[in-house]
């Protein structure tokens, strides 16, 4: 649950960030290399953040990492304890780069921000301010009280954004939602009727696999289940076990006994988000065979209310949620104006009559013409072009 008195802003903290011309390179580079290991563990973490540490020491005139960690698992331990770990005597004198503030707070473990002053580190490079009202200063105070020197705000905009489903959760009381979508040259994303189609190549489905392993949750529509049966797993090998919860909207709780997620559910877990419409007798089945029951406010047309679904998921801890379709499920997410990001692959394939529109009723513009979007990134995949919209 999220503590009351959260901060209601999530931009990035730059009251204490130097400018960006004095910024040393060589924090600017452990900071990267920080933020790329707490990357390693991204979508196994929540309800915490994906923190990456890395702790630096001049040895023979040069700058050496000697110790290394990232978010465990369940949250526990914090990077910067691993990287304590691995740095041992070392850490004594030594620089330590964390991509978020320090904890304050005392849970399972002590304060991580007591840890690194004990431990002897003589500086630590923060990337980004904690928004967590247990920790937000509170960590950099305890340090700078054990004399330890304190940078704040090195690549503070990549960091905010590595973290920015922590922050959108405890700043909205929801998820970082990421869309994502797969177009075909036509403009359609599969057909009504009939066999589907693959509207991207390989290299897109690989990349998508590596989203899905980076996600909390991942969450389609009943509809999808009913026209793909998919299994929205993460299916890239070595990487099976990284698959990410699975959500299903489904106001009436229809999604069938026999499809794939439900007779899967015990293995990867399913929780399907539904009203007080749905009859008892199907949310017992459901329950029976595994799947958890979400109940939520339903909207004027009887469908579960987006808003409430999200809020319901940050509840539970869930910070990165990917949301994969299908048209309708898509459409209310941007119709409500709740898609943070999104992914749009356009695939050289035409579906023809009976195609599906990407957001169902509402128009593709909708999404790729807001002005609140900007876009990201864009690439070529194969034969197939990405575009990544963010919305800052």
């Not at 954004?161 to 994502?180: M, N, S, T, W």
């Amino acid at each position: 649950m999220i503590p009351a008195g959260a901060s209601t802003l999530i931009a990035p903290q730059t009251a204490n960030r130097p400018d960006a011309g004095a910024i040393a390179p060589e924090d600017a580079r452990f900071m990267r290399a920080a933020l790329a290991i707490g990357r390693r563990t991204r979508g196994l973490t929540w309800p915490n953040p994906a923190v990456g540490a890395v702790i630096v020491r001049e040895i023979d005139g040069q700058p050496v990492i000697v110790g290394r960690g990232a978010t465990a698992p369940s949250g526990r331990p914090h990077a910067e304890i691993l990287a304590l770990r691995q740095a041992g005597d070392a850490a004594k004198g030594a620089t330590a780069y964390v991509t978020l503030e320090p904890c304050a707070h005392w849970g399972r473990s002590g304060p991580c921000a007591v840890a690194l002053a004990e431990h002897g580190v003589r500086r630590v490079v923060v990337g980004a301010s904690d928004i967590n009202p247990r920790v937000k200063d509170k960590g950099v105070e305890i340090l700078r009280a054990a004399g330890v020197e304190v940078v704040m705000g090195v690549l503070a905009r990549e960091c905010h954004d590595a973290h920015i489903g922590h922050f959108r959760r405890f700043a909205e009381r929801r998820p970082q939602v990421q869309l994502k979508l797969a177009i075909s040259r036509d403009g359609f994303i599969g057909r009504r009727e009939g066999s589907q189609i693959h509207i991207t190549g390989p290299e897109i489905q690989r990349f998508v696999h590596v989203m899905r392993a980076e996600a909390d949750g991942i969450l389609v529509g009943l509809g999808t289940v009913l026209n793909d049966d998919p299994d929205l797993t993460c299916r890239l090998e070595g990487m099976e076990d990284r698959s990410p919860i699975r959500f299903v909207l489904d106001s009436t709780a229809r999604l069938p006994l026999g499809s794939n997620l439900v007779r899967t559910a015990r293995e990867v877990p399913v929780k399907l988000i539904t009203t007080p419409a749905a009859p008892i007798e199907r949310t017992s089945a459901l329950m029976a065979a595994g799947v958890e029951i979400i109940t939520v406010a339903e909207d004027e047309h009887g469908r579960v209310q987006v808003p409430a679904a999200l809020g319901a998921l940050a509840h539970r801890g869930i910070t990165r949620l990917m949301v994969e379709g299908g048209g309708a499920t898509a459409g209310s997410f941007v119709a409500a104006g709740l898609v943070d990001e999104a992914y749009l692959s356009f695939g050289p394939v035409d579906i023809g009559e009976g195609g599906v529109p990407p957001l169902g009723p509402v128009p593709l513009e909708t999404l790729t013409k807001d002005p609140h979007f900007e876009l990201r990134d864009q690439c070529v995949l194969g034969q197939d072009r990405l575009i990544h919209l963010w919305r800052p």
